[in-house]
Each structure stands twice: as structure tokens, then as C-alpha cells.
């Protein structure tokens, strides 16, 4: 039985571009929201689930941390990080010259800003729900219009590519996670994802914590404090720390980390993921 | 003469609702990016510019954390906290069961999703380029349309509010910075927000800094590292302190980090913002 990706749809987006990255051999269920996919993934219904986490242009990720901080006891497996590669796509036939109409998801619209007013600068520009809404709208139309969309949506919508990596920052990235009812066995280089928080708002405790871990020679590769769900000025602390929650001196910070915190949760413990430089053209025509 | 202020347009905005907030009588500017707001008041088109920092609704937050790290030499003079309320309007006359059409931006209607779904479940949910441009094309209709904005657009369009505070999340808030030549004297009560670099990534770097505040017992407000642009697998790192950069134990303190760190950067000192409760009837219609 093929392996049961549970992902935030719908088909042609960033995020299944991640699940395929991940397991290109197994079952894609698509789903409308970061809450309904780890909600498939706790019933049984996937046995894995990818969303975004930082950085997405599709939708919000503060979704994914308020699902790890407050609402789910899934674990990272893994992280994925994708160049966001945005591509011109338009209907079989239409030449560049001819595009008047470009639609797309406002967001991506506004990343790729500079490439629409060098090349397309009389385009009227159309907002769609969703990068791959944009590509069913342009189908649908006569005249001669374009959609900007991942490269995948080209491939299942079978449209052409007019120009890709149009975005106007060439290093712009996503980072995803997969999640499941278990993380990752140790590889030897690896990374481990927590939240935390105090009941006191002191210098003291945050400086704490980072000296735990500076202690035993432990990297933090990012640290971010998030206002507390429904309370303001109350901080929930982000680090992702280098090194697996079995190894024996992140397990000792990290017990060492529950005494000094008011909540600790550990999010799970993934390999560390090698980057490979992204692809595109810069947005030349 | 009034104070000038320019501000991420077009007007109806939440950024012309912190502007209001920030200064009730000032003439205000709207221009089409975060970038064009700072380079009129770098070239006195405008005394003050107003720009969301964090959690906005109306489109990225990077381009001001971009633009106060690597672009502009502008100081934070003030920051504003405003909860995000949103509204249902319409045009005068129009009665709520007859609404079949709604209009946004795709993340305020994301964010008001539970509510459409609750009170108009047969609607027709479309997108626009911006909260404002959904009003405009609402105005335009025939049919019983409406359209989600901030409150202020519905007086600026005069059209007619039939629900407010329709966010899914009632503890929405977006927090501005008003930024100028030189920041705030110093009030007693102030924050000062910094960002800065290591030349290489070890564990007991960032713990230098930290130790560096709590030695003196300086609360940091907020802490978050940012991938450096255009170089992945470094930071940058942003820290939100409180107190002001002329109060001497933070004076001395920025002098001793200015010596760990590869670039410091201090983006100014500015009166903690006072919290106002939100206002709003939680969508009930």
C-alpha cells in the first residue's frame, strides 16, 4: 500500500510540490485547511501530512505554529525547503505578445511586481482566490490571458509555460514540514523543533534557556518569541536547536530546559535538509 | 502647517487607520509600497511614514523588516497597536439575506471564513486585489454583493456596515511603526528595537548577546532570527528591548553588543504603545 500524504490542496500548489519532494511514489489527499490535514492525519485517514511553516506565499503559516503550540500532538518527521519558482502559464498557443489579462493570488502578484511592469506593463492585473483558481479562470476565457503559478499547476492544467522564476526575489524560499504520529529515528545530523514559555515575564529566564544550550555547545538554528494565543504581552518562545531529542546532551538540556520553563513541548526531532539551488531564468522573456 | 504622513495605500487601509490613531489632524499620503513610503519621507515629501510590522493582514510584512535592515537609514519614532476588525458592508439599502456575492482580499476572507460559512453559506465568495479594491468593484454591482474591509472604508465609500468584528480570531492586532529622521526622546516607559549579524554561526554567540541584557536587567520584548537575504544558513537577528538607546544601562549594553557582533544596527527608541481592548460583536449578525 503506497504511503498516504494528507496535504493543504488544492492539487498544483507549493505544498504538493513538498509532498511529491518528499514521496513522489505515494497517495495525495488534498485538504482546505492546515487544521483538516493534521485532523486526517490523527484519525488514520493519512499517515503523514505536509503544510507549510515559514515563509509560504499560498496562506498563512501562523496556522502550522498555533497547530503545534496549542493543538495537536503530531510530530515533525521531516523539513523540505522549496524555492518558491513562480511561472508565467497561459493556454496552449498564446504567444507572450498577445497577453493582456495575468491573474493570480495577490501575493504572488506582488512578488512578481517588477517582472509584470518590465514585460507586461499595459496587463490588467486580476486577483483569484488561489494561485491554481487563477490557472482554472485564464482557461476559461478567450482572450488571450496568462496565470502565475507554481510549475506544477502548468502540468496538471496542461498549459504552457511563458517565462518561470519570475518572482522579483530570486532566493525567495519556503520551508515545509511533514507530520506524523512519529518523528525521526537519529541520522547523525539533525534537528529539533520547541516551543516554551514562562509564567513571569524576566530577563532572566529567556537568557536561562540559551545558556542551556550554549553550555553543552548546542547551535540554535532559529529562535522567535509569538505573542501567546489570546494573551497579550505573554510570549510563546520558538527554537529550533541542532541535534536529535535522543541524543544525550540535547535530552539533558532539554530536561534541564522543563525545569526552568512554565510549558515545554517538543515538536519532534527530523533531519536536517540539505539545500539545492533553485532553478529559473530570472523572468527573462 | 500639518504634519505629513505617508502610509501604505490606498486610503481605507489599516495603515490609514494607525495613521489616524498616530495623528487624528495630520495630512496623509498614500503610496503604493513599503519602499515609495520611506523614500518620501527620506526626500521630505512627508515628516512620517506609517507601515505595519507585524501580523498585517493587507499584504508582507518582510518589505519593513527588509527595508529597516538593509535599505533605509529612517529611525522608528512610535509604534501603534490596533486590533484587526473587520466588516461586512454594503450599499445603503442592501439587506443582509440578500447578500449572494462576497468580495476581499483572499486573507481577510480566510480570516472571516467560519463566519461566511456560519451566516452566508450560499454566497458566492470572490477575490480582489485589496480590501479597498473589493469595495470599489461591490459599489460596481447590480446584485446584492458585499464586501469585508476595515471600518473606515465603509465611510470613505459610504456604504453601510452589516456586521462587525467578523474575524474568525477575536485577539487579531497588527502592530505599525511610524518612521522618520530622528526616533523619540526618551518617555520613561520606551522600547528600542535593534538587529544584528555574526560573521560565523556558533552556539555561544547569540548567548553573548542575551547575557549581555540580562546582565543588566534589560527585558527583551521580543526576539526572532530571519534568514540574512540572498544567503542562506545565515541570520540576521531582531530583538525588541525595553527601555530607550540614550538610558545609560542600555547605552552601555548596546556598546558592548556593537563589540560581539559582526553589524548592529539600532532602528530607534519609541514609547511603548498602550493596549486599547478591540472592539466588535464577534460577527453576530
Redesign the interface.
Known sequence: MPNKVAYLGPPGTFTEEAGILHDSAAEFLPFSSVFAVASAVEAGTADEGVVAIE?SIE??V?DTLDLLIHQSKLLIRKELVLPITLCLMAKPGTRKEQVNLIYS???P??QSRKFIERCFPKAE??????TI?AVEEMKGLDRPAAAIAPRRAAELYEVDILAQGIQDQ??N?TRFVVLAAEDHPPTGDDKTSISFTFAE????Q??GV??A??AR????A????R?A??R??E?V?LIDLQGHRLDRKVAETLREVAGKTSTLKVFGSYPRFR?QAPEGDGGKL
Open positions: 515563509n496562506g498563512s501562523n493570488h495577490p501575493n502578484l506582488g492585473v486580476v486577483a483569484a482566490m488561489s483558481a530570486a532566493t524560499v515575564d524576566k530577563p532572566a529567556l537568557h540559551i545558556s544550550f550554549a555547545d548546542i547551535n540554535l532559529k529562535i522567535e518569541s505573542p494565543k489570546g497579550l504581552g510570549y518562545f539545500y
